[in-house]
Each structure stands twice: as structure tokens, then as C-alpha cells.
């Protein structure tokens, strides 16, 4: 949509221009991309002809996209140690923010200038159901729209999940998602995630189910792997279903596994933040950390390319991550996830930096 020239303008000759090739767009609608310096702009639209005029500098940016939400992890403490979990949760696990933390985390995304929602998962976030209440009270008065995911373990009839999501509904969520599967079921009857749903649906809150199937396998006739067999369910082959889902599975070849699928590394619109300060790109894929460079710098310094892990990746997929780093691997893995995952937990010695919580890893 833009790019960065190094001309001057007339009468303004120590700003540097910034030529916007837009197919039509009005001045308001590039505001929320400009930041307060000063810039000379020119916009050529075609509902507004030529246009030159001082906006501002666009705001810090990671790679081509804009970074519009933050995944708070305010737990990783949960009721359930399900085997499909990306981050080893479970009832034993401590990280969680304190109020403090929160408050300072709220106040670099508010710097950040470019988000736009904020979550709170973890782990489950109503574990700690005071300081979620206080987190969203303090994210909507920022002005971000907010969103839950929780497993519903709370709610032990509709009646009872109303009292818990009222406070939730008069502050304003735009998701309320609930997990909901094999997994989250301990028993079979249990309904507490429907109990949770019912209750936010009756309270108007927009709800929706987070359903992952056990890994199932098939002989779909995917694109160029016709009558191969195809794993299922909607499985992601890291964290604790790397080491507890996979054996069993058909393979592919390590060869074939050239790219990260699921994560934009280069560009992340999203980014999951921990207590510990870690910013995942995955889970257990670090940015840096927020504790140590607050979160605006870090998005601004973050160059991909060097990145010791998220470059490899990009450069050839988890394949890659591999070879430039000199680990002996298997020959087949279930998929990338499968064979990223296993790679970077070899790698945790070495990038303890960029691969952290260590408890990502089961650890
Ligand atoms: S390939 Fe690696 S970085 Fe990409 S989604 Fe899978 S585990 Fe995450």
C-alpha cells in the first residue's frame, strides 16, 4: 500500500517524502497508520486527486504487517494437562502476571500504538479470576477491544456461569471462546463448557467453540498426495502433543518439510506474551523478552532474518532450522510442527534467549 522514497518536497526540503500508491483511499483512513512526526506525504487517489501535505511517519510495523493483538498468557496454570497442549500446561505450572506486570504490560501494547484487541488465555485464565476481571478492565479503559478463551471448567450450571460472566459482560468482550473436546472432557458427561457457552450466549456475549478432534488418518486425496495417508483432526504437532500424539502417525519425508505453515514469523499480526515477559512468535519461539526491552522497541528492532530461529525457518522451513544448525535429525516426521518442535528443543541449549519459556518444552 505505501512505500518509503528518499525525495524531498518543495518548500520542505528536510522532510523526506513518502509516495502512497493506494487504488482509492480518503486522508482518515491512513491516520490510524501515522504516528505524530511530522512527514511530507503525497497521496495520489482517485476520489481525491493529488495530495500533499504533512501527516506523520507510519507507526512501527514487524516486517509488512501491523502487529493488531496481544495474546496475554496470564496463566499457565490450568485444570487440565491436555495432550494436544502447545505450552505444557497444566495444574502444576506457576507463571502468572502479577498486577503489576499487567498494568506495565498494558502500558507498552498502549506505546505499541498499533493494537487493536488483546486476549486472555493461558493456561485458564479463571483461575486467577480477580486480576482477569482487573486485566480487562484496565485493556477496555485503554480502549482495545478484549477477548477470553477458557476451557468453562467454572461453570457448574448455566445459572452459576451467569454470575461468573456478568462482570465480563458489562465491561465488553468481542470473543468469549471456549474449548470444548475430547481433550478439555475428562468425563464424557461433563458440560461445563456448554453450561459456560449457554450462559455468555444468554448474556449476549459473542461466544464460540475451540474444538481440536484427536488425530485421525485417512487416504484423502490431498493435493499432490493422492492416495497417501493424511493425518487429521486439526492436531498441531507441537509442545506436548510433539512428544504425546505422534507416534503411530504416517510421516513424510524431512525433506518435504520447507516451510512453517501456521505462523507469519516475517510479519506476525499477532503475538502471544507471557508472565515471564517472553513474546512468542510461537509458542516457545521468543522475540525477546518485555521484561528486559519493553515491548515497542522489541517489535521495532525485530529483523526476522537474524532471528537464530524464526531466520532458518523462513529461509527453508523447520528443514532448514536443522541443517544451518547442524543437528543430526530423523528422516520423516509427522509434519513441520513435528519436526520444528523436536529441532528446537535440541536447540534450547544453545538460544535459551529465543527459546523460551524452557517450560514450553516440557522442561
Ligand atoms: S513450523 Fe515451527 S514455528 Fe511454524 S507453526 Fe509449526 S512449530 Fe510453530
Keep these: 500500500m505505501y512505500s518509503s522514497e528518499g525525495s524531498n518536497l518543495p518548500g520542505n526540503p528536510t522532510v523526506p517524502l513518502t509516495a502512497l500508491q493506494c487504488s482509492d483511499v480518503r486522508l482518515e483512513t491512513l491516520r490510524p497508520i501515522l504516528s505524530d512526526e511530522p512527514i511530507s506525504v503525497l497521496l495520489i487517489t482517485a476520489s481525491q486527486g493529488v495530495h500533499v501535505g504533512t501527516l506523520g511517519v507510519l507507526r512501527p510495523q514487524v516486517g509488512g504487517d501491523v502487529l493488531t493483538g496481544i495474546h496475554i498468557l496470564l496463566t499457565l496454570k490450568c485444570t487440565s494437562e491436555c495432550d494436544h497442549c502447545f505450552l505444557h500446561c497444566g495444574p502444576s505450572r506457576e507463571a502468572t502476571f502479577t498486577l503489576g506486570q499487567l498494568r506495565t504490560l498494558i502500558r507498552q501494547i498502549e506505546e505499541l500504538e498499533t493494537v487493536n484487541i488483546v486476549y486472555f488465555e493461558g493456561g ?24 477470553i478463551v477458557t476451557n ?42 456448554e453450561f459456560a457457552r449457554q450462559a455468555a450466549q444468554q448474556l449476549g456475549i ?11 488418518v485417512s487416504l484423502q486425496a490431498a493435493e499432490g498426495r493422492r492416495g497417501k495417508p493424511v493425518v487429521g483432526g486439526g492436531v498441531l504437532f507441537k509442545g506436548r502433543a510433539a512428544e504425546k500424539l ?72 523447520p528443514i532448514r532450522l536443522a541443517t544451518e544448525h547442524g543437528l543430526a535429525m530423523n528422516d520423516s516426521y509427522v509434519d513441520e510442527c513435528h519436526l520444528c518442535y523436536t529441532a528446537r528443543k535440541l536447540l534450547l541449549p544453545r538460544f535459551p534467549r529465543y527459546l523460551a519459556p524452557k517450560e514450553a518444552y516440557g522442561l
Excluded at 459473542?206 to 485421525?216: D, H, K, Q, R
Excluded at 519425508?253 to 502471544?272: A, G, I, Q
Aim: include cysteine.
Design 124 to 147: 485458564e485464565p479463571f483461575l486467577f479470576y480477580p486480576l482477569l476481571l482487573e486485566g480487562l478492565h484496565m485493556v477496555r479503559a485503554a480502549g482495545f477491544e478484549a477477548g
Design 246 to 317: 505422534t507416534a503411530g502417525l504416517p510421516v513424510r519425508p524431512r525433506e518435504e518439510l520447507t516451510t512453517c505453515p501456521h505462523e507469519d514469523l516475517l510479519s506476525p499480526e499477532r503475538v502471544h506474551v507471557d508472565a515471564d515477559g517472553n513474546v512468542h512468535l510461537c509458542q516457545g519461539l521468543s522475540m525477546g523478552n518485555i521484561w528486559e526491552t519493553p515491548l515497542p522497541d522489541l517489535v521495532r528492532g525485530y529483523d526476522a532474518q537474524k532471528h537464530p530461529i524464526a531466520g532458518p525457518l523462513l529461509r527453508g522451513g
Design 206 to 216: 459473542p461466544t464460540a467453540t475451540i474444538c481440536i478432534e484427536p488425530p485421525s
Design 152 to 193: 468453562g471448567y467454572w461453570a457448574t450450571s448455566v445459572e452459576d456461569g451467569l454470575h461468573w460472566l456478568r462482570p465480563i459482560r458489562d465491561l465488553g468482550i468481542v470473543d468469549f471462546s471456549v474449548s470444548d473436546d475430547e481433550f478439555h472432557r475428562l468425563d464424557k458427561n461433563d458440560r461445563r463448557a
